[in-house]
Structures are given as structure tokens and as C-alpha cells.
């Protein structure tokens, strides 16, 4: 069993900042690439960040330059970085991780988190 805690989300004005933390933990082998997708009511899941196992980043062209992530791999652990917050980055933001179990008789499957509430209004 493999489970995702998030945590930092919240209501920011704007131009204020959050930090998201997302931790794996349960029967791991290892943690391979790591991200933070988000949804709005009305809208689909889109990508925010991801990261990969050697802290390569990609980012969406809606965040880049406001938005930073970052992973702490010996905790399992990614953060995401919010700075100069939009009132169109209200969503709900979602965790999600590329997993190996400790019995590595499978590969790597996809988990994801339950979700945290950013909400970014004045």
C-alpha cells in the first residue's frame, strides 16, 4: 500500500505565496518522477510541475517563473513553490507519483493524493 499526504494549501490573497508538500510513504521501493497537477470546477486536470528522480523540472507556461518545485528524495518528499499567486490558480491541487513497490515483482505504478485547496482571492 502506497499513500500520498499532501499539505500547505489554503486561501492566500494575491500576489501572495504557498508551499505544497507532497510525502510518499507505505510499502516503497523507490520513488521514481513526482508532480502536482491541479483542477478547477468546470475544468479538466491539467499539469502543473513534474520532476524526475534526478530533479529535472518541467513546467507548465502558466507558472513558469512563479512556481518552483523541488524534491527531497531521501524523504520521498516534493514541495511545489507558489509565489506571485493568480486568482486563476484556484484549484484544487493534486499530488501524483510514479511508484515501485518493495517487492519489485512489478514495475512502477501511478498514485495519487486526495487533493488540497488553494484558493487565491482578495
Known amino acids: 500500500q502506497v499513500q500520498l499526504v499532501e499539505s500547505g494549501g489554503g486561501l492566500v490573497q494575491p500576489g501572495g505565496s504557498l508551499r505544497l508538500s507532497c510525502a510518499a510513504s507505505?510499502?516503497?521501493?523507490?520513488?521514481?518522477?513526482m508532480g502536482w497537477y491541479r483542477q478547477a470546477p468546470g475544468k479538466q486536470r491539467e499539469l502543473v510541475a513534474t520532476?524526475?528522480?534526478?530533479?529535472?523540472?518541467r513546467h507548465a507556461d502558466s507558472v513558469k517563473g512563479r512556481f518552483t518545485l523541488s524534491r527531497d528524495n531521501a524523504k520521498n518528499t516534493v514541495y511545489l513553490q507558489m509565489n506571485s499567486l493568480k486568482p486563476e490558480d484556484t484549484a484544487v491541487y493534486y499530488c501524483?507519483?510514479?511508484?515501485?513497490?518493495?517487492?519489485?515483482?512489478?514495475?512502477?505504478?501511478?498514485?495519487w493524493g486526495q487533493g488540497t485547496q488553494v484558493t487565491v482571492s482578495s
Open positions: 501524483n507519483a510514479e511508484v515501485v513497490p518493495l517487492s519489485r515483482v512489478v514495475g512502477a505504478s501511478s498514485y
Open positions: 520532476i524526475s528522480s534526478g530533479s529535472n523540472t
Open positions: 507505505g510499502n516503497i521501493f523507490v520513488v521514481n518522477a
